[in-house]
């Protein structure tokens, strides 16, 4: 049966894969492809509505990104945003321009009409605005159902050929009715039925792996994060222990989660997968003495991490899967699915290892975003304090020690971290804030304790919120937990006498300290 599917032509803008999250949020499957994808291929996917994004550009400059206009006529349901509703206008004969009064930030709309689309919307309702160009005269046929102040087109429509277009960013948060409006497309418009569910998911991809798999043997790279640990359990509830799941401690995980890896994953764990524990820290250790450049520690890391694998591998003997936790974020960013610039080359330890011996790779998360991620791991039963791991970087504490990695340094800011992630929970703050985690500096400077003097590190503490890690604020968490969390790490962690909260958003700062 084909699944239901909402489909959204990504035009570049920033909101892209929120437009998607906020769709599968109603509980539609949602796709990203870019504005370049051919006509012929739409219309065989015959998806159940299309939602044209935003983007940088101006519409009516003639390099911009456009779309044909038989987009227009195959008599399915679209919503176009921001860009997307402005390039609709354009090209079905309305007028775009430069507005007099650029919109940016929270701004109140006005509905002036009823619209399936603002179903159960407040009449004045505050909405999230970001254009320099506006709608000067919609397309012939289009009625206006909303505007601003400053905006005479907030939102127009065409209700018999179900084209709507919507100066404003419904995809974000700060429209404070905007999931009720891509509800209203959804549902009102697109009349989808909403089957998209996590519990569908796992049942599918079970029945879909075991189709594949057959009895053949798999293989995983398992490190202990949300994403291949999720493939992993769903491997092996599918094919129990035809699995076999590598897990390489290269030694630079938080503290004891190598041990509480194992804990869940190896024998003593519930699942009936085969797993084998690397220990290799002491080989990283010498790989990485010595080497102080960033980028070099990554690729040391990645490297060493691959060869370990392989090794591994090769004891088990030729397979015929090979499992990744790609998901689906990963497949956008790198180039495959939308628009959006190729931002990071991904770079997950274990990449793609070349000397495996296997058939076929399975990627069994690689539609989902990482909330559905988890919901899988919940709907699995994977233990919630693993299903909420945050984000950690595949070169782990590596990329979190300024300058040269030894085992001294390690334990500092493993220490440190781990007093750092407890005083955040014991606040209420760990599932609010989206990313915090001490790094070490290599700095050292002169400190007094007791009577004695001092020479020693400065631990950093960092504390972001982030919607898509692109870009991220940093967190204001309370003073108090903060002076807590910096005496007790001064107190209870030798060779740390000062520790600095970075108050550095990304840009300009990224979100690791490396
Ligand atoms: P940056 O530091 O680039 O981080 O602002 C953005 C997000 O990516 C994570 N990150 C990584 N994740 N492998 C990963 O799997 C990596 O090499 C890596 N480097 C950074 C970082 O933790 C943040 O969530």
Same mark, same amino acid.
């Given at each position: 049966?084909?699944?239901?599917?909402?489909?959204?032509?990504?035009?570049?803008?920033?909101?892209?894969?929120?437009?998607?999250?906020? /769709?599968?949020?109603?509980?539609?499957?949602?796709?990203?492809?870019?504005?370049?994808?051919?006509? &012929?291929?739409?219309?065989?996917?015959?998806?159940?509505?299309?939602?044209?994004?935003?983007?940088?550009?101006?519409? #009516?400059?003639?390099?911009?990104?456009? #779309?044909?206009? &038989?987009?227009?006529?195959?008599?399915?349901?679209?919503?176009?945003?921001?860009?997307? @509703?402005?390039?609709?206008?354009?090209?079905? $004969?309305?007028?775009?321009?430069?507005?007099?009064?650029?919109?940016?930030?929270?701004?109140? /709309?006005?509905?002036?009409?009823?619209?399936?689309?603002?179903?159960?919307?407040?009449?004045?309702? /505050?909405?999230?605005?970001?254009?320099?160009?506006?709608?000067?005269?919609?397309?012939?046929?289009?009625?206006?159902?909303?505007?601003?102040?400053?905006?005479?087109?907030? =939102? @127009?429509?065409?209700?018999?050929?179900?084209?709507?277009?919507?100066?404003?960013?419904?995809?974000?948060?700060?429209?404070?009715?905007?999931?009720?409006?891509?509800?209203?497309?959804?549902?009102?418009?697109?009349?989808?039925?909403?089957?998209?569910?996590?519990?569908?998911?796992?049942?599918?991809?079970?029945?879909?792996?075991?189709?594949?798999?057959?009895?053949?043997?798999?293989?995983?790279?398992?490190? !202990?994060?949300?994403?291949?640990?999720?493939?992993?359990?769903?491997?092996?509830?599918?094919?129990?222990?035809?699995?076999?799941?590598?897990?390489?401690?290269?030694?630079?995980?938080?503290?004891?989660?190598?041990?509480?890896?194992?804990?869940?994953?190896?024998?003593?764990?519930?699942?009936?997968?085969?797993?084998?524990?690397?220990?290799?820290?002491?080989?990283?250790?010498?790989?990485?003495?010595?080497? &102080?450049?960033?980028?070099?520690?990554?690729?040391?890391? !990645?490297?060493?991490?691959?060869? /370990?694998?392989?090794?591994? =591998?090769?004891?088990?003997?030729?397979?015929?899967?090979?499992?990744?936790?790609?998901?689906?974020?990963?497949?956008?960013?790198?180039?495959?699915? $939308?628009?959006?610039?190729?931002?990071?080359?991904?770079?997950?330890?274990?990449?793609?290892?070349?000397?495996?011996?296997?058939?076929?790779?399975?990627?069994?998360?690689?539609?989902?975003?990482?909330?559905?991620?988890?919901?899988?791991?919940?709907?699995?039963?994977?233990?919630?304090?693993?299903?909420?791991?945050?984000?950690?970087?595949?070169?782990?504490?590596?990329?979190?020690?300024?300058?040269?990695?030894?085992?001294?340094?390690?334990?500092?800011?493993?220490? @440190?971290? =781990?007093?750092?992630?407890?005083?955040?929970?014991?606040?209420?703050?760990?599932?609010?804030?989206?990313?915090?985690?001490?790094?070490?500096?290599?700095?050292?400077?002169? !400190?007094?304790?007791?009577?004695?003097?001092?020479?020693?590190?400065?631990?950093?503490?960092? @504390?972001?919120?982030?919607?898509?890690?692109?870009?991220?604020?940093?967190?204001?968490?309370?003073?108090?937990?903060?002076?807590?969390?910096?005496?007790?790490?001064?107190?209870?962690?030798?060779?740390?006498?000062?520790?600095?909260?970075?108050?550095?958003?990304?840009?300009?700062?990224?979100?690791?300290?490396?």
């Amino acid at each position: 049966m084909k699944r239901e599917t909402v489909i959204v032509l990504d035009f570049g803008g920033q909101y892209n894969q929120l437009v998607a999250r906020r /769709v599968r949020e109603c509980k539609v499957y949602c796709e990203i492809y870019s504005y370049k994808t051919p006509i &012929e291929k739409i219309k065989a996917m015959a998806p159940k509505g299309i939602i044209l994004t935003g983007g940088p550009n101006s519409c #009516y400059e003639p390099d911009s990104p456009t #779309y044909s206009k &038989e987009l227009f006529e195959l008599g399915i349901p679209i919503l176009g945003l921001c860009y997307g @509703a402005q390039l609709m206008q354009l090209i079905l $004969g309305g007028e775009v321009a430069k507005a007099p009064v650029r919109e940016y930030g929270k701004t109140e /709309v006005m509905v002036s009409a009823d619209s399936p689309l603002f179903q159960n919307v407040s009449p004045r309702t /505050v909405c999230w605005m970001s254009h320099f160009d506006y709608i000067a005269k919609t397309a012939p046929g289009f009625e206006i159902t909303a505007h601003t102040a400053d905006c005479p087109v907030a =939102a @127009a429509e065409n209700r018999v050929k179900e084209l709507y277009a919507i100066q404003f960013h419904p995809e974000v948060l700060h429209t404070q009715e905007g999931t009720k409006m891509i509800s209203n497309f959804v549902y009102r418009v697109c009349r989808c039925a909403g089957d998209w569910s996590m519990d569908s998911f796992v049942e599918e991809s079970i029945r879909a792996i075991r189709g594949k798999v057959g009895d053949g043997k798999v293989l995983c790279a398992l490190s !202990g994060g949300v994403d291949s640990s999720v493939a992993a359990v769903l491997l092996s509830k599918a094919v129990g222990n035809q699995l076999t799941c590598v897990f390489v401690d290269h030694g630079l995980l938080r503290k004891d989660e190598g041990d509480e890896v194992a804990q869940v994953f190896g024998p003593s764990g519930s699942y009936k997968l085969n797993f084998i524990r690397v220990n290799a820290q002491e080989r990283f250790y010498a790989k990485l003495k010595g080497v &102080e450049e960033p980028e070099k520690k990554r690729k040391i890391i !990645g490297e060493e991490f691959i060869r /370990v694998f392989e090794e591994e =591998a090769k004891k088990i003997g030729a397979v015929d899967f090979l499992v990744q936790g790609t998901i689906y974020p990963d497949v956008v960013e790198s180039g495959l699915g $939308g628009e959006s610039a190729v931002i990071k080359s991904h770079h997950n330890v274990g990449g793609l290892p070349d000397y495996v011996d296997f058939k076929e790779i399975i990627e069994p998360l690689r539609d989902l975003f990482k909330d559905e991620v988890r919901k899988a791991g919940l709907e699995l039963g994977i233990p919630e304090n693993l299903v909420y791991r945050q984000p950690f970087p595949g070169p782990g504490l590596g990329i979190r020690i300024i300058g040269e990695v030894n085992a001294e340094k390690i334990k500092i800011v493993q220490d @440190a971290d =781990a007093i750092y992630r407890e005083e955040i929970a014991k606040a209420g703050l760990d599932r609010s804030i989206g990313q915090y985690f001490a790094a070490l500096t290599n700095m050292r400077s002169v !400190g007094v304790m007791g009577d004695e003097r001092t020479y020693d590190y400065a631990v950093a503490l960092r @504390a972001v919120n982030t919607v898509d890690f692109m870009t991220a604020e940093v967190a204001e968490i309370p003073w108090e937990v903060l002076q807590k969390v910096s005496s007790r790490i001064v107190n209870e962690v030798g060779h740390v006498n000062r520790v600095m909260y970075d108050i550095t958003s990304k840009p300009p700062g990224t979100i690791e300290f490396e």
